[in-house]
């Protein structure tokens, strides 16, 4: 035998316990081990049963404007509270005055609506029995206009009808599309034809006329004193002339001296 084999079975040997005197021993460290890669495990598996909690929706604050039927500008509402509501399976976004807690508007499931996002802006237009009113949500920043509008799309457009029906549930969302998109025709056109008629007016020189007759005389100023009373001017006064005194007789004329 090789000396290198040797040496490998004394080390085996000496590293070896006897059979008969710690056969018994053998088992331990395997149950130690086992005991103490156990308890991890079964935290893993009591962390993978747990189901991971969800955030609540975070309230978004907003300016609210609406634009309603048949106007062409935006009137303001004031500040608004935006907040979602969970009932079951299905979803609400509710917008209420911050002052008083009114709720202006719901946009709830299968809403005849459409969102656009525009800058921080998230434009609903909704259509009310043939005819479109629009919301304006004016966010903080790009984050939350981003999480409103998400919100807004999971509540409204996830409906059930587009799981039971996607044929009438599609043909229903491009009829919507196609009515806003009507409007905003309709209103681009009122603002072009008050342009061209403000600028008719704007030649024609009869705006700034009429403009003139309208406007009153300015007022004085109410700080200023008062303007003083003219000094009346006294009357001339007329002075008699003088009549000449009459002239010497000619048996009057001085011929020389006096006779004695």
Known sequence: ??????????????????????????????????????PSANANATVASVPQSRDPFRDI??????????????AYMGRG???????????????????????????????ALQAERRGNFVVIGCVE????????LNA???S????????IELACYASKQAMVDPVMHGAFRRRVARMIKDDRRRRHKRRKDQDSMVAAFARTGLGGEMEAEDTPAP???????????PIPIPAPVVMPIPEPAPGPGPGDVFVGYPQP
Do not use: Y
């Open 1 to 38: 035998m090789h000396a290198e084999d040797q040496n490998m079975e004394d080390v085996m040997d000496a590293s070896m316990p006897d059979i008969g005197t710690s056969s018994h021993q053998h088992p331990q460290p395997l149950l130690q081990t086992f005991n103490t890669q156990h």
């Open 61 to 74: 604050p907003v300016k609210v404007h609406i634009r309603r039927p048949e106007r062409d500008t935006w």
């Open 81 to 111: 509270i935006v907040s979602q509501e969970i009932s079951g399976q299905s979803s609400r976004v509710v917008v209420r005055a911050a002052s008083s807690s009114k709720i202006l508007t719901v946009f709830g499931e299968g809403a």
């Open 129 to 136: 029995g043939g005819r479109v009113v629009s919301w304006s």
């Open 140 to 142: 903080l920043n790009n």
């Open 144 to 151: 939350e206009t981003v999480r409103l509008l998400a919100s």
């Open 219 to 229: 007022l004085p100023d109410a700080g200023a004193p008062p303007p003083a009373e």
